[in-house]
């Protein structure tokens, strides 16, 4: 697994960033995110833009409201645009909800066995139904532009990523991928990512981006200071008990310092620091990132 990379995590979250934004601001590239922030100018005038297909999805209600929209893209981003890389890049990138508080304040703890063919070599795999449906939400349509891409571009990295909710999208859409689609992705940089799934899950996760499937994935997740919703679910809730995926990449207060932690994803010197009671008043840390707004188009 390469280093962490601090250029590259700027860029992924740009385009975590930019999957808040309407969809036809995303379609012709015009989106903040796209302007200010993700090198619109050298893209648009020097290579052309980005090669853009956007997802509409869904966010079940969890029986408190009514359900809510996601949406999530896919980019064949021109050589020379990714962080300094010299070839086309393929981005995958999930929006959590469109109405990121509720969407927070819903949230549920119970989990349940996928019913999809791509856990059918792990039985024991549990993760979060909400987050599991809104990645089926979008998931044929996504797998099948991200292949439509890679046979239009067969050198280019796939790279996946996403802020809250479709951080979690996104670690259920590298499985997917590297699994069963035969897309092995190269980058999975993630922002304010809960907790997904059980110890079987985690292990599953892992044994895909590193050991199996031809994937050899560089899994970063990116936690900021007391994020609250980096805590949650709480781990050991229920049977069995949700973990969270490594490496975390840890931030300090003022996003002026950070950590690389060890493997075990729960490293008690990182986030786990802290526990959700006493993040529970931090939010603002979870919309903001790399000393920058997280989780909206501006």
Not at 2 to 10: F, G, I, R, T
Not at 178 to 190: F, I, K, M, R
Request: hydrophobic share 35%; glycine share 8%; charged share 15%.
């Amino acid at each position: 697994m390469e280093p962490y990379d601090v250029n590259l995590s700027e860029f992924m979250l740009d385009m975590s960033n930019a999957a808040y934004c309407d969809y036809g601001a995303v379609l012709d590239w015009s989106c903040y995110s796209c302007v200010f922030h993700g090198n619109y100018t050298i893209i648009k005038d020097e290579y052309g833009l980005p090669e853009v297909s956007v997802f509409d999805g869904v966010v079940g209600g969890f029986g408190k409201v009514q359900d809510y929209g996601t949406q999530a893209f896919v980019a064949a981003m021109p050589a020379g645009t990714i962080a300094g890389m010299d070839k086309t890049g393929i981005v995958v990138s999930f929006r959590g909800s469109d109405k990121i508080i509720n969407a927070i304040e819903d949230i549920e703890f119970a989990k349940l066995v996928p019913d999809g063919y791509v856990y059918s070599q792990c039985p024991d795999c549990k993760v979060h139904s909400g987050f599991y449906e809104a990645w089926l939400s979008v998931a044929q349509k996504v797998c099948d532009a991200v292949h439509n891409l890679k046979k239009a571009h067969p050198e280019a990295d796939i790279y996946v990523t996403g802020h809250s909710l479709g951080a979690a999208m996104a670690v259920l859409a590298a499985v997917h991928l590297n699994y069963w689609e035969s897309l092995p992705v190269q980058y999975l940089y993630t922002y304010g990512q809960p907790r997904v799934g059980n110890s079987a899950f985690v292990d599953y996760f892992h044994n895909g981006t590193r050991d199996n499937c031809n994937a050899n994935t560089t899994v970063y997740r990116i936690v900021h200071w007391k994020d609250p919703i980096a805590r949650g679910p709480p781990q050991g809730l229920g049977l069995e008990g949700y973990m969270h995926t490594s490496v975390e990449v840890f931030y300090d207060e003022n996003s002026s310092a950070h950590k690389a932690c060890d493997f075990s994803g729960e490293d008690p010197t990182c986030s786990d620091t802290y526990n959700l009671l006493q993040c529970a008043t931090s939010f603002q840390d979870h919309l903001t990132y790399l000393g920058r707004t997280s989780g909206s188009c501006s």
